[in-house]
Nanobody
Framework: QVQLVESGGGLVQPGGSLRLSCRAS????????MGWHRQAPGKQRELVAT???????NYVDSVKGRFTISRDNAKNTVYLQMNSLKPEDTAVYYC???????????????WGQGTQVTVSS
């Protein structure tokens, strides 16, 4: 079994910054892509950013230039540095990872429990 645990959410004023972390643990052979999604009240969950094992990143247009995704493969951890935060960034943020638990099985998607980010004055 694989667990993903997020941390770093909270309340921040507009224009402020937060750094989210998500560490994967358990029966991990390797981790392929990792990513961050978010879900605001009354809205569908949306993809925010992804990063491959090799470090290639992708972002939704609304966060480009403000958010940075990174990962530490040695620690099985993915980060999301969020700068210039706006009220519309308020949401529950979820990390996910495509994890191989054995060398001969395809990767499966795992999700964290979510961490609340609130941007408000």
């Amino acid at each position: 079994q694989v667990q993903l645990v997020e941390s770093g959410g909270g309340l921040v004023q507009p224009g402020g910054s937060l750094r989210l972390s998500c560490r994967a643990s358990g029966s991990i052979f390797s981790i392929r892509a990792m990513g961050w999604h978010r879900q605001a009240p009354g809205k569908q969950r949306e993809l925010v950013a992804t990063i491959t094992a090799g470090g290639t990143t992708n972002y939704v247009d609304s966060v480009k230039g403000r958010f940075t995704i990174s990962r530490d493969n040695a620690k099985n951890t993915v980060y999301l540095q969020m700068n210039s935060l706006k009220p519309e960034d308020t949401a529950v943020y979820y990390c996910n990872a495509a994890v191989k638990t054995r060398w001969n099985t395809p990767p499966s998607d795992y999700w964290g429990q979510g961490t609340q980010v609130t941007v408000s004055s």
